[in-house]
């Protein structure tokens, strides 16, 4: 009732109106008590179809997490909890309805259950809510509260309809006040009414858990269908074709599943049965590993069997390739750019289709072999700027030529450095006079080491002193002492040598410049 101040007119129409609902309550029709009971059986016969079916797709959930634990070993966790949670509150209120028709000779005399004191006396006392009541609402906040929680993120739509579905904040009747969520639903109606809102509570409770299952089954399923987990398969006769032939080959999709392997592995090659050793699992693909054979076609039959449910489904093989002889070209490569440098030993791969290494023979100024396909090359006394390796593979006796030509440059000019810092550099003076001055190779691929023996040094205004070696000596340090703040100073001519050649003469190196700071 609302608070405040009230005429005393108003008073008498709200005691008025309270004598007419208790009139009501007392004198209410017998139908409508029998219809309010056969509704609650109604309601408890959904029940017990939603629950067979809750604990179908909690079987089929499980069985799936067995099989398949990368996918489906969280989400059955989640609905095992959630299952859990829903089986509790059940058994509460179920315990609730046994407690309240206890006192009834006939619990399906739904004409004798127009009373509400039953309920009225266990749910509230003294005009407020009885700790059994408070009790009854906690239970229904922590099922709330615990499902939306285990859900988490990406059930946004089902954890706000588990919201609405429990919530129990306060209500508002018909004149605009505001009560409580159990006086609201619960007080001063008759018994069956009463039952049958408990019985709607566990419908909803078992709705719930059929959704929350739905949707992880569905969202799983949404995830395996979806077109990201697709990759395109070339699908050929045969996996070689020689020049003038037509291809034939199709692309077709083929769905990528990680999670997805075989239970039995059956497999032939040329109608050899391969062993356990020739094959391995990984991310969802049987991965060959056996040798191509001769030249020639060859097959690969068999069947790949997975266990669905208790039938196991055999997925039949049946895939070609071949195996082609004879190349007639080489392979050369330079594993650090497309030229030979002088001065330093560049490192080559060479090879030849279908030819084992030690039948490839290769050949030019300063080549080299370390191992298996692996070359070096040294062109440093080469004044040409180009040079031809030759390569001959031989099979059967047979040899086949073939040859590539390589660009010859120098090393790039070297740049000066202080404390590897190039071009114009801030520092302080007693920095300057313990830094080493080196020379620096930018973006120059090969990884050599350059060693500088000596530089000049200039303070504007003084004579330029000769430095030998890579830092300051006195004069030059008695130099720059005389230097301003903010005076810049010069370091040029710098002479350096390769660390790995030191016969190799370099370009003139940039010289580097210091602002001095202090």
Do not use: C
Not at 104 to 114: C, E, F, H, I, S
Not at 120 to 136: A, L, R, Y
Not at 436 to 460: C, H, N, Q, Y
Not at 464 to 479: E, H, Q
């Amino acid at each position: 009732m609302a608070s405040g101040k009230q005429s005393p007119r108003q008073k008498m129409i709200n005691l008025m109106y309270l004598v007419f609902i208790a009139m009501m309550a007392l004198n209410m029709s017998k139908e409508v008590l029998v219809a309010f009971g056969s509704m609650n059986e109604k309601l408890e016969e959904s029940n017990a179809t939603t629950e067979q079916r809750n604990v179908a797709a909690m079987q089929g959930l499980k069985s799936k997490a067995n099989e398949q634990a990368a996918k489906y070993a969280e989400l059955a966790q989640k609905a095992e909890t959630i299952n859990q949670l829903s089986q509790n509150l059940d058994t509460y209120i179920q315990g609730v309805k046994n407690d309240l028709t206890s006192s009834l000779d006939d619990p399906q005399d739904y004409q004798a259950m127009d009373k509400t004191d039953i309920l009225d006396e266990k749910f509230f006392k003294g005009g407020k809510i009885s700790p059994e009541g408070q009790e009854f609402v906690a239970k229904i906040n922590e099922y709330r509260e615990g499902v939306i929680n285990t859900l988490g993120e990406g059930f946004s739509t089902l954890n706000s309809e588990i919201e609405r579905k429990f919530n129990t904040g306060e209500r508002e009747d018909s004149e605009g006040t505001k009560k409580p969520w159990l006086t609201y639903n619960f007080e001063g109606f008759p018994l069956i009414a009463s039952i049958t809102q408990l019985t709607q509570i566990q419908s909803d409770i078992k709705t719930t858990e059929n959704d929350v299952l739905s949707a992880m089954l569905a969202g799983q399923l949404q995830e395996e269908v979806s077109m990201t987990n697709y990759t395109t398969l070339l699908e050929a006769p045969k996996s070689a074709y020689y020049q003038g032939e037509t291809f034939d080959g199709a692309i077709v999709l083929g769905r990528s599943d990680e999670t997805t392997k075989p239970n039995k592995i059956e497999l032939k090659l040329d109608g050899r049965t391969l062993s356990d050793n020739d094959y391995s699992l990984q991310g969802g693909k049987v991965v060959l590993n056996v040798p191509v054979g001769n030249a020639g076609d060859h097959s690969i039959t068999g069947k790949l069997i997975f266990n669905e449910g208790e039938e196991p489904i055999e997925v039949p093989v049946n895939q070609k390739f071949a195996v082609i002889p004879k190349p007639n070209s080489a392979t050369i490569s330079a594993d650090k750019m497309n030229v030979l440098y002088r001065g330093v030993k560049n490192p080559l791969t060479i090879s030849m289709a279908g030819v084992p290494d030690n039948n490839v023979q290769a050949s030019a100024p300063g080549l080299s072999r370390t191992s298996g396909s692996s070359y070096v090359m040294d062109v440093t006394t080469l004044q040409q700027r180009e040079v031809k390796i030759n390569v001959t593979g031989t099979i059967d006796g047979k040899s086949y030529p073939s040859s590539s030509t390589f660009r010859i440059k120098d090393i790039p000019s070297p740049v000066g450095s202080i404390r590897r810092e190039t071009g114009s550099v801030k520092m302080q003076r007693n920095s300057l006079e313990g830094s080493e001055v080196g020379a620096e190779l930018p973006d120059f691929d090969f990884d050599i080491g350059l060693r500088v023996t000596g530089f000049s040094f200039k303070v504007s205004g003084q004579p330029t002193v000769t430095v030998r070696g890579n830092r300051l000596d006195n004069a030059a340090k008695a130099a720059l002492r005389r230097a301003g703040r903010g005076e810049t100073v010069q370091i040029f001519d710098i002479d350096a040598s390769l660390t790995t050649n030191s016969g190799y003469k370099l370009k003139k190196i940039a010289p580097v410049f210091i602002e001095l700071t202090n």
